[in-house]
């Protein structure tokens, strides 16, 4: 009977059984922490419950989109990119609101009887009275019906026209924009509707560059009743923001836009020939 001795490969001096080499390799060699068969005893599952894990594991994702993105020689996406980097014309147009805030709170030192400047109020409601829609409207029907030639009905037809045009455009802007008025405003101001309660644009100023630009283009007027047109146009635009009830903003584009409408009055004006066939029609 062999003795058990002569069985031990080890001492026999034999080739070594297979199982034995892997166990004298593994504790002679550092074990490869990145090999999937080290990965997969520490985890202690199967390989494929192992790669699912992978797959859906989130900081591999992300390892996974910076390798790609690093190896390929690309920067961040360009969706962190747009929120690192805001815009320009946002910051400008933020910029742009907190200074016509900020001038237009300075500027109002007329909105009521204790303000630096309340005893001018008086003075700048005057001006306001002055530019406002109802006496413009009923000033330029009564010169249409009261005047004797055709030129001057001509020109007075298309005033009428223009301050209709006017209202028209400035409560559709109004009731699309929706901006409230400055906070320091007190709401006594005369003969007020449901768009009134918006401020932007000033409809006092778009009503004052048109009537001023269509008074200087069409009516003979001397050089210091000019010179007083064009005072008032000012006066208009300033003292909206002196009484608190427009922002600077606000008078600016009222100015713009009134200019632009006197063009667009020019482009539809209407000529003597129009102008018969329409009084002929009322006759």
């Given at each position: 009977?062999?003795?058990?001795?002569?069985?031990?490969?080890?001492?026999?001096?034999?080739?070594?059984?297979?199982?034995?080499?892997?166990?004298?390799?593994?504790?002679?060699?550092?074990?490869?922490?990145?090999?999937?068969?080290?990965?997969?005893?520490?985890?202690?599952?199967?390989?494929?419950?192992?790669?699912?894990?992978?797959?859906?594991?989130?900081?591999?994702?992300?390892?996974?989109?910076?390798?790609?993105?690093s190896?390929?020689?690309?920067?961040?996406?360009?969706?962190?990119?747009?929120?690192?980097?805001?815009?320009?014309?946002r910051?400008?147009?933020?910029?742009?609101?907190?200074?016509?805030?900020?001038?237009?709170?300075?500027?109002?030192?007329?909105?009521?009887?204790?303000?630096?400047?309340?005893?001018?109020?008086?003075?700048?409601?005057?001006?306001?009275?002055?530019?406002?829609?109802?006496?413009?409207?009923?000033?330029?029907?009564?010169?249409?019906?009261?005047?004797?030639?055709?030129?001057?009905?001509?020109?007075?037809?298309?005033?009428?026209?223009?301050?209709?045009?006017?209202?028209?455009?400035?409560?559709?802007?109004?009731?699309?924009?929706?901006?409230?008025?400055?906070?320091?405003?007190?709401?006594?101001?005369?003969?007020?509707?449901?768009?009134d309660?918006?401020?932007?644009?000033?409809g006092?100023?778009?009503?004052?560059a048109?009537?001023?630009?269509?008074?200087?283009?069409?009516?003979?007027?001397?050089?210091?009743?000019?010179?007083?047109?064009?005072?008032?146009?000012?006066?208009?635009?300033?003292?909206?923001?002196?009484?608190?009830?427009?922002?600077?903003?606000?008078?600016?584009?009222?100015?713009?836009?009134?200019?632009?409408?006197?063009?667009?009055?020019?482009?539809?004006?209407?000529?003597?020939?129009?102008?018969q066939?329409?009084?002929g029609?009322?006759?």
């Amino acid at each position: 009977m062999p003795s058990p001795k002569a069985k031990n490969p080890s001492r026999s001096g034999g080739s070594p059984v297979l199982g034995s080499s892997y166990e004298f390799m593994s504790l002679n060699k550092p074990l490869n922490r990145s090999s999937p068969s080290h990965l997969l005893q520490r985890q202690g599952s199967d390989p494929t419950t192992a790669r699912l894990r992978a797959s859906e594991s989130p900081t591999r994702r992300r390892g996974s989109s910076s390798s790609t993105g690093s190896a390929s020689g690309q920067g961040p996406p360009e969706e962190d990119g747009i929120r690192l980097n805001p815009s320009l014309v946002r910051v400008a147009l933020s910029s742009l609101l907190a200074i016509d805030l900020w001038l237009s709170k300075r500027l109002g030192v007329c909105a009521c009887e204790d303000s630096s400047w309340g005893s001018v109020r008086p003075l700048m409601k005057l001006l306001e009275i002055s530019g406002h829609g109802i006496p413009w409207l009923a000033g330029a029907a009564y010169s249409l019906f009261k005047s004797d030639s055709a030129a001057g009905q001509e020109v007075m037809l298309n005033l009428l026209m223009g301050l209709l045009l006017d209202i028209i455009l400035i409560s559709v802007v109004k009731a699309v924009v929706r901006r409230r008025r400055p906070a320091h405003n007190r709401m006594d101001m005369f003969a007020t509707f449901s768009v009134d309660r918006y401020s932007f644009p000033s409809g006092h100023a778009t009503r004052a560059a048109l009537c001023g630009r269509f008074l200087l283009a069409h009516l003979v007027l001397a050089a210091p009743l000019r010179v007083f047109v064009v005072l008032w146009v000012g006066l208009v635009g300033l003292s909206r923001v002196m009484l608190g009830r427009h922002h600077v903003t606000d008078v600016l584009f009222g100015f713009w836009m009134g200019y632009c409408q006197y063009n667009l009055v020019e482009m539809l004006w209407l000529s003597p020939q129009t102008l018969q066939g329409l009084l002929g029609q009322w006759v």
